[in-house]
């Protein structure tokens, strides 16, 4: 009963965000409207209108403005709609800039400083990295990224957020010994983090599942993924309703259920838990349940980026860490100690990135979505069932020669 009850009031609850900050009517050419949003390069990024976010896909555009937040009084000049995507280009009739908090302006200090005396380019990957700001990656080097399937290392993730409460870990365990101390510490450096950077919604649900999962250990002793899983998605809904539509959220939520309710089906495969073939298996299986939604979106399936992952993969982390130690270094002025490691692994990395892209067969034109989607939920009926996998458990030890 207490049960219901609390589901019900939390599904009222999301309604009512749904109905008070989505705005599905139609806006119109000539008409000025109350807006606030992020200009980035002089395009309108995470766009409200009259305090509410628009349900269509809307791209924006506003010149002679620098980078920065703003929320006034615009006039939409022009409307050009094309398959449900709509771009205006808007005129400043009233507003004003949105001053950065002091975390934010911390963090671009410490990234200026950080970066200094590294090419442009450089700058502009380590910044989308960082910052979570990717609107300066140029725009061949996006699309060699996203052709090998390594879009979701480049873009604020769960492996950021992995990889940066392992750093911090690392440095505090040598410094605080009480258990407790040291994950409230945690929890304080991962938020004055997430609150620095740039909405990201595969990082907001990243930065709430681990958050979950460090208060679980603090008061619980008890980890419970799914749970974790629902509460962040919840989370995310309501702090933006229309988030449910984003790429974004699609990609990471969709791993994650991978992750969570198939791989562990899919890794009994591996019992003699060799690392390398787990690593394997885990890759693989999300991608090819991610198959419906690259379809959908690009009508591609990245067939054999599996490989690409594979090789580019660990040096992309590696790269990121290094980032992130010197980004953490700056903090005493000693970022410039890594500056030849983070060289060296740029130009690495960018030959492998420009080594695969060369690949035909990567990503394969596909636009039968309706196969793609059937093709899914048959795969996903045969590996979560338990006979079928005992087959497989039971072929690969006949070809394995295993006990």
């Known amino acids: 009963m207490k049960k219901m009850f609390l589901l019900t009031f939390l599904a009222v609850v999301l309604m009512l965000r749904i109905a008070t900050g989505v705005r599905i009517t139609e806006i119109f050419q000539k008409e000025v409207y109350r807006m606030s949003f992020?200009?980035?390069?002089?395009?309108?990024?995470?766009?409200?209108?009259?305090?509410?976010?628009?349900?269509?896909?809307?791209?924006?555009?506003?010149d002679y403005k620098e980078d920065g937040k703003y929320k006034g009084y615009f006039l939409v000049k022009s409307i050009k709609e094309y398959k449900d995507i709509y771009f205006i280009e808007l005129e400043d009739i009233k507003s004003e800039k949105i001053e950065n908090n002091f975390l934010e302006n911390y963090l671009q200090v410490l990234f200026n400083r950080a970066e200094e005396g590294y090419l442009y380019e450089t700058k502009n990957l380590n910044r989308a990295i960082l910052l979570g700001d990717n609107s300066r990656i140029k725009k061949s080097l996006q699309e060699k990224i996203r052709y090998i399937g390594l879009s979701h290392v480049f873009a604020m993730s769960g492996l950021h957020i992995g990889l940066v409460?392992?750093?911090f870990y690392?440095?505090?365990?040598?410094?605080?010994?009480?258990?407790?101390?040291?994950?409230?510490?945690?929890?304080?450096?991962?938020?004055?983090?997430?609150?620095?950077?740039?909405?990201?919604?595969?990082?907001?649900?990243?930065?709430?599942?681990?958050?979950?999962?460090?208060?679980?250990?603090l008061f619980?002793?008890?980890?419970?993924?799914?749970?974790?899983?629902?509460?962040?998605?919840?989370?995310?809904?309501?702090?933006?309703?229309?988030?449910?539509f984003s790429l974004s959220f699609q990609l990471s939520y969709g791993a994650m259920v991978v992750i969570i309710y198939i791989f562990p089906?899919?890794?009994?495969?591996?019992?003699?838990?060799?690392?390398?073939?787990?690593?394997?298996?885990?890759?693989?299986?999300?991608q090819v349940f991610l198959i419906p939604i690259t379809v959908y979106y690009f009508n591609t399936i990245q067939f054999l980026s599996l490989i690409s992952n594979l090789v580019v993969l660990p040096l992309a982390s590696f790269y990121i860490t290094i980032n992130y130690i010197a980004l953490f270094l700056?903090?005493?002025?000693?970022?410039?100690?890594?500056?030849?490691?983070?060289?060296?692994?740029?130009?690495?990395?960018i030959y492998l990135i420009d080594f695969f892209s060369k690949f035909s067969y990567l990503s394969v034109e596909y636009e039968n979505q309706k196969l793609i989607y059937i093709y899914s939920l048959v795969i996903i009926l045969i590996l979560i069932h338990k006979k079928s996998l005992l087959k497989i458990k039971a072929v690969t030890n006949y070809i394995f020669n295993l006990k």
């Open 38 to 62: 992020n200009l980035v390069d002089s395009k309108v990024k995470d766009l409200k209108i009259n305090d509410k976010y628009p349900l269509k896909n809307i791209y924006g555009k506003l």
């Open 165 to 167: 409460i392992a750093i």
């Open 170 to 217: 690392l440095i505090l365990k040598k410094i605080i010994k009480n258990k407790i101390v040291l994950e409230v510490s945690l929890i304080l450096l991962l938020s004055l983090y997430y609150f620095s950077i740039k909405e990201s919604p595969s990082f907001t649900r990243a930065y709430i599942m681990a958050l979950v999962y460090l208060l679980g250990k």
């Open 220 to 244: 619980y002793e008890k980890i419970n993924l799914p749970k974790s899983l629902i509460i962040s998605a919840y989370l995310s809904i309501l702090i933006k309703p229309t988030v449910v």
């Open 265 to 286: 089906y899919i890794r009994k495969i591996n019992y003699k838990k060799i690392k390398f073939l787990d690593y394997f298996l885990f890759t693989t299986t999300i």
């Open 330 to 349: 700056e903090n005493f002025y000693l970022s410039f100690l890594l500056k030849p490691i983070i060289k060296i692994s740029y130009n690495f990395l």
